[in-house]
């Protein structure tokens, strides 16, 4: 298990996840932070760029934030 801070900026051109100087993850995504739609994104994006299925992804803190604490489960 693995967990990973993410900072999320919704409303991106492109949607894409890079790592941080400070070792943290900034998550640019299309979606509108409304009815948990941001949330849904950012773990699709999450789970494709560690190569885990969307079920071995969650946010363990910060649902409601810009920045959140990201669980992946390994294999």
Known sequence: MTIVQIKVKPNARIRRLERAADGTFVA???ATPVDGKANAELI????RC???RKGAVSIKSGASMRTKLVKIESS
């Open 44 to 47: 699709e994006l999450v789970a």
């Open 50 to 52: 560690f190569g885990r």
């Open 28 to 30: 640019h995504i299309k």
